[in-house]
């Protein structure tokens, strides 16, 4: 009878060493790395805020400001009686002295962002629009957290009126 | 020297580093600078002499375009491009002299050169300058054609 062959008996080749190409893998990663670190800029702060201003101003309305109605006869009396006015007025140094939105009075900026959130949702996916005026000496700073605020709170269109212009169309 | 001996030191002198742990770090790094990428960039015209104002503003939605007119505005109102310096009066023949340039490109390309002037306007003011200035800088703009316009400021609680 022959002798029955164990596993322990058999004899076990070398191990197979399974060698895994990482130098064209590196490459490639270095080659990425070299991209990125090129077209890398450091990260910044800065925004912007978009405003589209037609040449063509459109009328304005006689009344009403600030009012948000839910049956406008016509396009145009939809696109008027929309538009949110905010009148922003400075003190000798060019601060902001008062902020309105239509006839409110608002507090400062961050409740002028409140207000137009809500008239956001009353609009109920209607365009926003809103017209700015604001004193000459007004200092830019105070203007620009003013349409920011508009932005902020999802304003479709801002308008930078004319002062002299708004006091003519308002009563 | 026997040849198992100088089998024996080919082999010792076959260096293999491990290039898995650099490997690690390269894609890691990628990683990086990948998310890095959109976080925020620079616009063009960026000036030591313009000091942005801090504002509250939502992300920007839309993109720049690669049309885009850059203009700095310093705190006295006067307006700067490309190293000179314009004030209101001349300003209006510079923003004239744009315009035309860009209706004349547009009549080339046979498109209606009065339609409106596809350029965004991209305004670095200093906070500083009065509202007024930019105001009528915007107008001055406005009147020539230009109606996509951008205020370049920095993100804050405003």
Known sequence: ????????????????????PVTPMLDMAFQLL???????????????LDLYLPASPAALPGSAEGQATETPTRRADLDLENDLWIRAEADDLGDLKALSLGDQKLNGV?????????YQRVLNGRPLRVRVVADDRLRY?????????CSTAGVDSVRLADPGQARVGRP | M?????????????????????????????????????????????SKSIRLPVTPAALPGGDLGLDRLVVSVDSSGTLLVEGNTFDEAS????????????KDGQAALGVDPETELPTLVVVRADKDASYGSVRRLLGTAQDQGFVRFTLVVLRGPG
Request: hydrophobic share 45%; charged share 25%; net charge positive.
């Open chain 1, 1 to 20: 009878m022959m002798p029955r062959r164990t596993g322990s008996s058999r004899r076990m080749g070398p191990p197979i060493e399974v060698q895994f």
């Open chain 1, 34 to 48: 070299a991209f990125f670190v090129l077209t890398f800029q450091s990260p910044t702060a800065e925004t912007r």
């Open chain 1, 110 to 118: 961050g409740a002028l962002t409140d207000r137009l959130k809500r």
């Open chain 1, 141 to 149: 700073e105070e203007a620009a957290r003013i349409v920011g605020a």
């Open chain 2, 2 to 46: 026997t040849r198992r001996y100088r089998e024996r030191a080919a082999s010792d002198s076959a260096l293999s580093p491990n290039l898995t742990p650099l490997l690690d770090v390269v894609l890691q790094l990628i990683t990086f600078f990948m998310m890095l990428i959109h976080f925020g960039s620079k616009l063009e015209g960026e």
């Open chain 2, 91 to 102: 300003a209006s023949a510079w923003w004239a002299k744009q315009a035309k340039t860009r």
